[in-house]
């Protein structure tokens, strides 16, 4: 039976070990450092673009997160032994090229080679967004990522409603609210941000009480306009990724342009009584909401949700399709709705999904442009022009 | 054999309330000059007076937009599924 020390030295004989400044060498030509110490430890700083495994965990989780056994690979632990057996683990493993850093994160720091310390989740957060860091694909990483990013919703009604509802769950950290309606009663048959006592009140108010009672780590902003041209790019400049959840056309054509001209995603969906639309728009990766359609309906022949009526249920489908495309848009994981077309009937309970392609021709994101500047759709329709509200 | 067609809400009230329809066609065109035969007005909602098919509602044969197939000379073979897709903008 070998003592501690005898295994120490055994393992250290069969492994490789560097320093600190030929580790940080081969991570500037692209070899992975790996983390294996302990949670508590890595949040108290770490080397940045480190992969973080704590060595109970590694055999389990290295080879989805270090794919390619023979690339280099540098092990740090606080001082080099922890990492000398993680070594020894991935040698066994197969990866061939393992390297575990003499000193570790100590002599690191003490070379005075730059270190991350990243936000750490108070033990709130962490209870709160358990079943996200949970998931390997988000995690702690990936929580703080939502925390701080901010999503724009666009309308703050039937599809913005279950939309602002889940982002603000999952902890997107600010939430814009753009709407300039007040709420109705007959808003409640489907958008469950507002309630009987919101009634009268502007929906962006009511959606922020709801959704700040919902969690308190969500920074909501009320945009309490309508979007026209001379407001639009003030209005999405800070947000991430826009969620367009609103009534119109002209709003539609408005914010997809400005969206393309900035180079925001915008998550899009639409509904009409039984039926959904949903895709992602990002400009340089996909087509634009003009790609797939170049013109809007005459609106006698696509009246909204108010004058045509609507499936209360609908657009909470809908509107939680964009909120998954958003937080996969946040989290840079999964297949977006780039290029794809995704439609819904509630009545055949059927999906659908369609080839949408940049056109070439576009208008605004073709190869030969006509639109340079943000126009204001004229509202040619026989209903007087309506308040931006979904 | 034939081929179907998906039509949406808005249309269905044309198409005698029907969600899907089956047409006997070679190609786009065909398909809609039939759709348009059995069901008047249906035709009217797809093309322009031009004859051109209107930017705000795209065909898709199966799942590819026939902009970029071969337009409305898109050949169709039995068992094929046609979409009619609209603009709309509720929310």
């Given at each position: 039976m070998a003592s501690f020390k005898e295994l120490i030295r055994k393992v250290k004989g069969e492994i490789r070990e560097a320093g600190v400044a030929e580790a940080r060498a081969a991570q500037q030509r692209g070899a992975v450092l790996l983390d294996v110490r302990e949670a508590d430890e890595w949040a108290q700083g770490h080397v940045p673009g480190a992969v973080f495994i704590p060595r109970g965990f590694l055999e389990q989780r290295v080879e989805a997160e270090v794919p390619g056994k023979q690339g280099e690979v540098f092990v740090y632990c606080a001082g080099g032994t922890r990492s000398a057996f993680a070594a020894r683990t991935l040698l066994d493993l197969g990866y061939s090229n393992v390297t575990s850093i003499a000193g570790g994160f100590g002599k690191w720091k003490e070379a005075g080679f730059p270190v991350e310390v990243p936000r750490t989740l108070s033990p709130e957060q962490k209870q709160r967004y358990s079943r996200h860091l949970l998931v390997p694909e988000i995690g702690a990483a990936g929580q703080d990522t939502l925390l701080r990013s901010k999503v724009l919703l666009v309308g703050a009604g039937g599809l913005g409603s279950p939309a602002g509802f889940y982002l603000a769950a999952a902890g997107v950290g600010t939430l814009g609210l753009v709407d300039s309606d007040v709420v109705d009663v007959s808003n409640l048959q489907r958008q469950i941000l507002h309630t009987n006592q919101s009634v009268g009140k502007a929906k962006t108010a009511s959606g922020a009480a709801t959704l700040g009672a919902l969690n308190p780590d969500v920074t909501v902003v009320e945009h309490q306009l309508r979007l026209d041209s001379s407001n639009v790019l003030e209005v999405i400049a800070p947000y991430d990724v826009i969620v367009?959840?609103?009534?119109n056309f002209a709003t539609k054509y408005l914010v997809n342009d400005a969206a393309v001209l900035t180079g925001k995603t915008v998550v899009y969906g639409s509904i009409f009584r039984f039926e959904g639309q949903a895709s992602v728009f990002k400009p340089g990766a996909g087509p634009c909401y003009r790609c797939l359609f170049p013109e809007p309906t005459p609106s006698e022949l696509a009246p909204s949700c108010d004058e045509?009526?609507?499936?209360?249920?609908l657009p909470g489908t809908v509107g939680l399709i964009q909120a998954s495309e958003t937080l996969k848009l946040l989290l840079g994981i999964g297949r977006p709705l780039v290029g794809r077309l995704l439609t819904y009937d509630a009545l055949e309970q059927s999906f659908r999904e369609f080839r949408v392609r940049r056109d070439p021709?576009?208008?605004?994101?073709?190869?030969?442009?006509?639109?340079r500047e943000l126009e204001d759709l004229a509202w040619s329709c026989h209903f007087e022009p309506r308040p931006v509200h979904a | 054999m034939s081929v179907h067609v998906e039509i949406p809400s808005q249309l269905r009230p044309l198409a005698g309330g029907q969600a899907r329809v089956a047409v006997e066609a070679s190609d786009v065109d065909s398909l809609i000059e039939a759709l348009g035969a059995a069901h008047p007005g249906l035709k009217e909602r797809l093309l322009?007076?031009?004859?051109?098919?209107?930017?705000y509602v795209r065909l898709f044969v199966n799942e590819e937009d026939i902009r970029f197939l071969?337009?409305?000379?898109?050949t169709l073979a039995p068992g094929d599924t046609v979409t009619i897709v609209p603009a709309i903008a509720g929310g």
């Open positions: 367009d959840g609103c009534d045509a009526g609507v499936l209360g249920v021709g576009c208008a605004l994101c073709g190869d030969n442009p006509t639109i | 322009e007076p031009s004859g051109e098919l209107r930017r071969q337009e409305r000379r898109t």
